[in-house]
Nanobody, 121 residues
């Protein structure tokens, strides 16, 4: 079994900061990319930021310059530092990891349960 658990969501005023964490655990052989997505009701889930195993990053245009993704490979953990938050950043944020399980030895994507981020004016 593989589990992704997110931490760090909450309520913050516009202009504030939050840091999200996601820990992958279980029967993991290796992790390729890790990332953060977000979703608001009625909309599709969208990529916020992603990072490869060697640290290459990719950001949605809407968060460039405000958000920073990083990872600790030794801890199977990915972080998302969110600065200068705006009300439009309000969403459920999901962690994603493309990894190989020791059980299947196949690459597939796994998701966390999501954490709510609410930015007030």
């Amino acid at each position: 079994q593989v589990h992704l658990v997110e931490f760090g969501g909450g309520l913050v005023q516009a202009g504030g900061s939050l840091r999200l964490s996601c820990v992958a655990s279980g029967t993991i052989f290796s992790i390729n990319s890790m990332g953060w997505y977000r979703q608001v009701p009625g909309n599709e889930r969208e990529l916020v930021a992603a990072i490869t195993s060697i640290g290459s990053t990719n950001y949605a245009d809407s968060v460039k310059g405000r958000f920073a993704i990083s990872r600790d490979n030794a801890k199977n953990t990915v972080y998302l530092l969110m600065n200068s938050l705006k009300p439009e950043d309000t969403a459920v944020y999901y962690c994603n990891a493309d990894l190989i399980s020791r059980v299947t030895m196949r690459l597939r994507g796994y998701w966390g349960q999501g954490t709510q981020v609410t930015v007030t004016v």
